[in-house]
């Protein structure tokens, strides 16, 4: 199959920010499902999500992959239908192709790498069996058929002279989520680290079968709590889909500048969290401080440090009058001169960046292969993010500098998180002096019955991709989120694959992974 194959017999055009009927995306054959998505990987794009839809023959699934397809520029604005951004020499669109299968299929994952997590995800949930998946390990630390969560879960084990193992977790000395590390090491040498997440699931997915409720939006305020702005604006996306709603460029532009804020505290202070890391104390010391400060702003808009109640289904939840936007720009250059200093501190220490160079490398081929997103895959030079591929009206209006880096170790997860940084107190600079007039919120109808529709936002760790399936009601049917920490665990693990154990701490701060946002 070629890129001209992947017509509308095989993969339905779905535009960004509008919904489709779920009838209009017919079932393919097994053979060309697999070769859309191979061929979507292979020229450069994503598959965003795939899960399974119970179909009312007994035993068989409807397998639904959401792609995000790669376009060379040339052929960009041709299709006016197309939702998508010339980002260099490429644009994105969206699609969503299906196929029908019994309790078992040939797996994906040995020809498309990135989907080894999704086939275990489908099998874990499903019970779908994807024959050929060369480690179908369970993805949560849950039994998913009510059996006793205490048995040990299968984990890959080497055998060896002076071969030893180290285990960390699930409980750990901070205030941290549980997560189960597990090192298989010689001496110092790490030859494998696998990771077991799923300790307090929560169901979530499930509770929203039905909704949305009164409540759903708070819910996904803690999909992951770190990023509560990214989460709440992607389901915001899709229900303003389902609903045709349109919100208004000032209720964009106030969404953008929560989410630029909740980047920049976390980045900020996950660069302190590094400097510590490797005793360098005056950068750890500025950071923690900063990263209050900018907290501090997300408050000054919402009343809450973490963003909760800015984001508002059909618009946002507060807005910012001249004095209190004079007052943001005037904090936020004061501290990105102080983070600046900070960082300054930092890269100019060459005991620091000895430290950062060459540790818990994730060559670009692996993390391209692997799907990783967000600021961990344009250090390995993978070339993506939802602010450029799928812009709302602000960042088209206020493109955001663009960064990437090919060396894929922590120090250039490290730098590319500080110009990300840098990049966003610009951008905040120039949408709150340049905010435009619109309505603060526009009350949603209700949902349209029987229809798909994609939200996709690029938050601090990398793209978060929610996806709402109506019933015949207008009602839920299915919920699916995608957290940027699903696609990047697995690059942690890469990172410390023959590294020295002691380079742990130091690549798990890099990518800073979400616990809760994995575990839904």
Not at 316 to 342: H, P
Not at 367 to 373: D, E, T
Request: net charge negative.
């Amino acid at each position: 199959m070629t890129h001209g194959d992947l017509n509308e017999d095989i993969l339905t055009p779905l535009a960004f920010g509008v919904c489709a009927p779920i009838d209009s995306f017919e079932p393919v054959a097994f053979d060309d499902f697999a070769s859309a998505l191979r061929q979507t990987l292979d020229d450069g794009g994503r598959v965003l999500s795939l899960f399974a839809r119970s179909t009312s023959e007994a035993q068989q699934w409807t397998l639904v992959a959401v792609l995000a397809r790669r376009h060379a520029s040339e052929a960009a604005g041709q299709d006016p239908a197309r939702a998508s951004l010339v980002g260099g020499d490429y644009s994105f669109s969206l699609g969503v192709v299906c196929a029908r299968v019994g309790q078992s299929y040939p797996s994906l994952t040995p020809r498309s790498p990135a989907l080894h997590l999704f086939e275990r995800d489908l099998h874990e949930r499903c019970g779908i069996v994807p024959e050929g998946h060369p480690w179908l390990r369970p993805v949560r630390h849950w039994p998913s058929d009510g059996g006793d969560a205490t048995q040990p879960w299968p984990m890959y084990e080497l055998e060896g002279p002076e071969v030893h193992e180290v285990r960390v977790g699930p409980v750990h000395a901070g205030v941290i989520e549980p997560g189960h590390f597990r090192f298989q090491c010689h001496g110092e040498r790490v030859f494998r680290l696998e990771i077991a997440l799923g300790f307090q699931h929560r169901g979530l997915l499930a509770q929203l079968v039905g909704g949305p409720h009164c409540h759903t939006l708070a819910q996904m305020e803690t999909v992951a709590g770190d990023t509560s702005v990214g989460h709440a604006w992607a389901h915001a996306q899709v229900v303003e889909a389902l609903s045709q709603v349109c919100v208004s460029p000032r209720a964009d532009a106030l969404r953008a500048c929560g989410l630029e804020l909740e980047r920049l505290a976390n980045h900020v202070g996950d660069l302190g969290a590094l400097a510590g890391d490797v005793g360098f104390l005056p950068t750890a010391s500025y950071c923690g401080g900063l990263r209050g400060d900018l907290l501090n702003l997300s408050a000054m808009i919402s009343g809450s440090r973490l963003g909760r109640g800015l984001v508002r289904v059909g618009g946002v939840g507060f807005d910012l009058d001249d004095e209190l936007t004079g007052s943001m720009r005037e904090r936020l250059r004061s501290i990105g001169e102080a983070a600046e200093r900070a960082n300054l501190l930092l890269w100019a220490s060459p005991s620091s960046t000895g430290r950062f160079e060459g540790t818990g490398t994730v060559p670009p081929e692996v993390a391209r292969s692997l799907g990783l997103v967000g600021f961990a895959a344009r250090a390995s030079g993978v070339d993506i993010d939802v602010r450029r591929c799928f812009p709302t009206q602000t960042y088209s209006d206020h493109p955001v500098r663009h960064w990437l880096k090919e060396q894929g170790d922590v120090y250039a997860r490290g730098r590319m998180r500080w110009r990300e940084a840098e990049a966003s107190f610009a951008f905040l600079d120039q949408v709150l002096d340049e905010l435009p007039e619109g309505d603060l919120r526009v009350a949603p109808t209700e949902l349209s019955p029987d229809s798909l529709a994609v939200g996709l936002v690029e938050g601090w760790r990398g793209e978060i991709c929610h996806i709402g399936l109506t019933d015949a009601q207008g009602r839920f049917e299915a919920y699916e989120i995608v957290d940027p920490s699903f696609h990047n665990w697995t690059g942690l693990e890469m990172a410390l694959r023959g590294a020295e154990i002691s380079d742990f701490p130091l690549c798990n701060k890099s990518f800073n992974l979400s616990y809760a946002g994995h575990d839904l």
